[in-house]
């Protein structure tokens, strides 16, 4: 149990364009998820907390009106990134926990997003 | 939230060696988990110790926390080609339930 999936895996955009991406907890509902992003050999930065039915909370220096995030029900979250530049190439990750308090995080498999 | 800093930050060995990655920390924490990312992939939790717990076994895996050092280990015995991955570990302290990562190790293990 506990699989968060993501979509799509990997998408290659052009500069200037908006990017759909989707998380999913597929055996468990979750009301609060996380996003991060990864460069090539870093760590995990934490981007933002996605909250069912509310506004999502986003780190410091993230750009709320760049990477839009909506949780729409306690399955899904999305995050957009809008106006995509090539600096915003990166590996997205989400997480979600288990409902109870658990602090286990189960992450998705991450999404490649290539701006060309 | 904080997070650990992984130590080394690369590792190699040959298959059948055992591999030991170190985490410290800078202030208490309730638990502190250990997880894997493969190349591409998303992270795998490993495991997670209790700050009252000193020692935690899963299958090859041994994790020792000294909070008195505020430091942890992971220890993978016998490794496998199979293991090659980034280990990150994450100290969770207070009431935050948001892992925050280092840079991790490489770990290679060579067939």
């Known amino acids: 149990g506990a699989v968060v999936s993501q979509h799509p895996s990997w998408v290659i955009c052009k500069s200037g364009t908006s990017v759909k991406i989707e998380c999913r907890s597929l055996?468990?509902?979750?009301?609060?998820m996380f996003w991060y992003r990864q460069f090539p050999k870093q760590s995990l930065m934490l981007m933002a907390t996605?909250?069912?039915?509310?506004?999502?909370?986003?780190e410091q220096g993230v750009e709320k009106d760049k990477f839009l995030i909506n949780h729409a029900s306690l399955t899904l979250s999305t995050l957009t990134v809008t106006s995509a530049h090539p600096e915003d190439s990166s590996f997205y990750i989400c997480?979600?926990?288990?409902?109870?308090?658990?602090?286990?995080?189960?992450f998705g498999p991450g999404t490649r997003l290539t701006v060309l | 939230s904080q997070q650990g800093e992984e130590d080394p930050q690369a590792l190699s060995i040959q298959e059948g060696e055992n591999a030991t990655m170190n985490c410290s920390y800078k202030?208490?924490?309730?638990?502190l988990q250990w997880y894997r990312q493969n190349s591409g992939r998303g992270l795998v939790h490993l495991i997670l110790?209790?700050?009252?717990?000193r020692e935690k076994h899963s299958g090859r895996l041994r994790v020792t926390l000294d909070t008195s050092k505020k430091s942890s280990s992971l220890l993978i015995t016998a490794s496998r080609a199979a293991d090659t991955a980034s280990y990150f570990c994450?100290?969770?302290?207070?009431?935050?339930?948001?892992?925050?990562f280092g840079r991790g190790t490489s770990l290679i293990v060579h067939p």
């Open positions: 994450a100290p969770l302290s207070g009431g935050s339930y948001i892992p925050t």
């Open positions: 202030t208490s924490i309730n638990n």
């Open positions: 110790i209790r700050s009252n717990e």
């Open positions: 997480s979600a926990r288990l409902p109870g308090g658990t602090d286990t995080q189960y």
């Open positions: 996605s909250n069912e039915g509310s506004k999502a909370t986003y």
């Open positions: 055996d468990f509902q979750a009301t609060t």
